[in-house]
């Protein structure tokens, strides 16, 4: 039996599915965070992850309103900045951010000689950086190389990878 983590970098992908129901990992997520927080796990989101939760939790809401119908004027459109404000407040509650500098530039552009994705090398870099014992995200594939994708196709819904280590590539453990 392995011991439980004591820390968690959650991706933006994660959070998203938390915050937004519609999405189709939002039980899982909110599953995840729920075990988390009742194992005193703590949880962890990259700094550079706050700008993309914010714009796509105001467009979603603002999605939401035309779906029902509802023109988007100025009330919805607060509406759906105060929802987004609010899903940051709940993440800054639960979650520790992690900081970036010239370091974290530094170590994803190493990471960027095996995986071509900028912003998954600067989220690898946080995971470096905070000495979380997991990163979680959605899709493995992502986080691989070309040579390990065709290894984890199969990856659906939450995944957990294992720490991240100057050298690659990583291993995952999936529910």
């Not at 905070?130 to 995944?159: C, E, F, Q």
Request: charged residues 20%; hydrophobic residues 50%.
């Amino acid at each position: 039996m392995s011991a439980l983590p004591h820390a968690l970098l959650l991706d933006t992908n994660v959070w998203l599915d938390n915050y937004l129901p519609f999405r189709t990992g939002h039980e899982d997520a909110t599953r995840l965070l729920t075990y988390a927080q009742q194992a005193e796990v703590h949880l962890l989101y990259a700094m550079g992850s706050l700008q993309d939760l914010a714009y796509v939790l105001q467009a979603s809401a603002k999605e939401q309103f035309r779906r029902i119908g509802r023109q988007v004027d100025q009330e919805a459109a607060a509406v759906a900045r105060a929802f987004s404000l609010d899903c940051l407040a709940n993440l800054r509650t639960i979650a520790t951010a992690v900081g970036a500098d010239e370091s974290d530039l530094w170590l994803a552009e190493r990471y960027l000689r095996v995986h071509h994705d900028v912003e998954d090398c600067l989220v690898m870099a946080a995971v470096t950086r905070s000495k979380a014992d997991w990163l979680v995200g959605l899709n493995a594939s992502r986080l691989y190389s070309s040579s390990m994708r065709s290894a984890h196709t199969a990856a659906r819904g939450i995944i957990m990878v294992m720490k991240l280590a100057m050298t690659m590539p990583m291993r995952i453990c999936m529910r």
